[in-house]
């Protein structure tokens, strides 16, 4: 059977989106865990490490940790919202507005507000 969808539909961009950042979201809970680590360590050890994690790279890697979690999320609410609600014309828009929310909060987390 052909897939009546091609792959570049948007639909099945924000299907590799969700994937993509599901992963790299599991390929980051070692670093967290490791972070967290150091809190258990001890006050001088946390310090060390907040000082290392004080420069222009991480600040931007985190920047991309946030996005990621709001791609996450905000694709998992669309694929809930094709489960629950069935198969709709607008789901161009609902995955345009999933990108949206996700760039809207990396730039929110980006100024600090």
Do not use: C
Not at 24 to 30: I, V
């Amino acid at each position: 059977m052909i897939d009546p969808r091609p792959r570049s539909h948007p639909t099945y961009l924000a299907f590799l989106v969700h994937r993509v950042s599901g992963l790299l979201l599991a390929l980051f809970l070692p670093l967290h865990f490791w972070a967290l680590s150091h809190a258990i360590a001890g006050e001088a050890a946390l310090d060390g490490f907040l000082r290392w994690t004080d420069n222009a790279v991480l600040k931007a890697a985190e920047t991309a940790l946030v996005v990621l979690l709001a791609a996450h999320l905000a694709g998992g609410l669309r694929v809930l919202a094709l489960e629950f609600l069935g198969w709709r014309a607008s789901q161009k828009t609902l995955v345009a507005a999933s990108a949206g929310v996700s760039l809207a909060a990396g730039l929110l987390f980006l100024l600090n507000l």
